[in-house]
């Protein structure tokens, strides 16, 4: 049986479906097994292995086959030579940070973003490990260029951005990190690699949380790190190896199955969303929507530029209403779950209320509280259907 490879000849949905995927070699299966063994055997003479290498299947924690086939899946979607995935988005977040940065260096960073990088940057590595970090509105690369110091070694940007959706230019901002020797990694879970592929944009690396839409289903947990082989082998040894951080074989296998139908789930989490934020935008007693797709939306140009085909399945809004309202109006919610996570097939909504700790680099909007909504794909006249009679309940229409 030949190995079947895919390259970038074929497009982003044979890939989704083919890559990393085999005819398994002892029993003809068309889909590869779930291999949970811990150990590889080892061959005749193992005295000179380097047991922490991640080339050679030794060890699960040094790299286990179901492991490979996703990271082989994903590398090929986002446009990278290279991928680790482990065991949630934040340990790939943590595992790049701490592998490639050391006590004085600089951080640059979004002023939105997931809250473990908040905290990493804010609290963690500046206060323990001598960090330098300096958190920037990257909506304007021009507060990045200014931002920038002799010692920066890298620039961290999420976009759009958890939860106020805020966009970043990619593009610009990978031309000063590179004007000045510095490295650009983007948290792409909002997108997906189906939306937007930071890597082909200029950044060095993609990161993203496998939870949410890559795989899809609101029941697996991981995350990715995408980029040059280079960096990625010692990303590999210290956050995989030595800190730890893997994945489950299980997972994997779970994620790989998800993110088979990842193009198919996206073009309808776009359509969703875009007509969520429609109608939501169209009524007087919503104060405000934030979401890329919308016109109204101050990175919208910019997101027509680097998201294509659509702009994600998330927005957030607020109702002209007070905080007893907001909470009433999900209890009444049927076809939307109020739970957190995003990227599932469920719609999820969660409200946020005014005591967020980040409130204060918010635009003002987000002050008053508000919800993050995740628009699964449910029938769309469902969604906006829940929408209008929860709304109906709380008098707000
Ligand atoms: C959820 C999320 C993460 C963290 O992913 P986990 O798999 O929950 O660890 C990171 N970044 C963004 C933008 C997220 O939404």
């Known amino acids: 049986m030949k190995k079947r490879t895919y390259g970038n000849e074929y497009g982003f949905q044979t890939r989704a479906v083919h890559t990393g995927n085999d005819v398994d070699q002892e029993t003809g299966a068309i889909k590869r097994p779930i291999t949970m063994a811990n150990s590889y055997e080892l061959p005749y003479d193992p005295s000179d292995l380097n047991w922490s290498s991640a080339g050679k299947s030794i060890y699960v924690r040094n790299g286990g086959s179901n492991q490979k086939y996703l990271q082989e899946k994903l590398a090929s979607l986002e446009g990278g030579e290279d991928c680790i995935v482990l065991a949630s988005g934040v340990a790939a977040l943590s595992g790049l940070f701490f592998s490639l940065l050391k006590s004085g260096d600089h951080v640059i960073f979004s002023s939105v973003t997931y809250i473990a990088v908040y905290r990493l940057f804010h609290e963690l590595l500046n206060t323990k490990f001598n960090i330098e ?16 110091r002799p010692n920066t070694k890298l620039i961290h940007i999420e976009t759009p ?33 189906f939306n937007q592929r930071p890597i082909e944009l200029g950044a060095d690396f993609t990161v993203e949380s ?46 790989m199955r998800g993110v088979v139908t990842l193009p198919l789930r996206m073009r309808q989490h776009n359509e969703n969303a875009q007509q969520a934020a429609e109608y939501l935008e169209s009524l007087d007693c919503v104060r405000f929507v934030a979401y890329p797709g919308l016109p109204s939306h101050a990175g919208h140009g910019l997101a027509r530029e680097q998201m294509a085909p659509g ?5 957030s809004f607020g109702l002209k209403a007070d905080h007893d309202t907001h ?6 919610l049927k ?42 794909i449910e029938d769309s006249k469902d969604i906006l259907g829940d929408l209008q009679q929860a709304l109906k309940k709380v008098n707000l229409l």
């Open 335 to 376: 076809v939307i779950t109020s739970a957190v996570s995003l990227g599932h097939d469920e719609s999820l909504i969660v409200f946020l209320g005014e005591n967020d700790e980040r409130q204060y680099l918010y635009p003002e909007v987000f002050h008053k509280g508000f919800f993050r909504f995740s628009v699964g």
């Open 210 to 255: 496998l939870t949410k839409y890559i795989n899809g289903h609101g029941d697996a947990q991981g995350g990715a790190i995408i980029g040059s082989t280079h960096y990625l082998n010692i990303i590999r040894e210290q956050a995989q190896i030595n800190l730890g951080g893997v994945i489950s074989p299980f997972n994997a296998w779970l994620i």
């Open 327 to 332: 909470n009433r109006f999900v209890s009444y």
């Open 133 to 148: 970090t300096t958190l920037v509105d990257t909506t304007d690369p021009v507060n990045v260029e200014k931002a920038i």
């Open 161 to 193: 951005g958890n939860p106020t959706l805020m966009i970043s230019d990619i593009r610009k901002i990978a031309q000063i990190a590179h004007a000045h020797e510095a490295l650009l990694s983007v948290d792409n879970t909002f997108a997906s690699p």
């Open 311 to 315: 702009f994600g399945g998330v927005l």
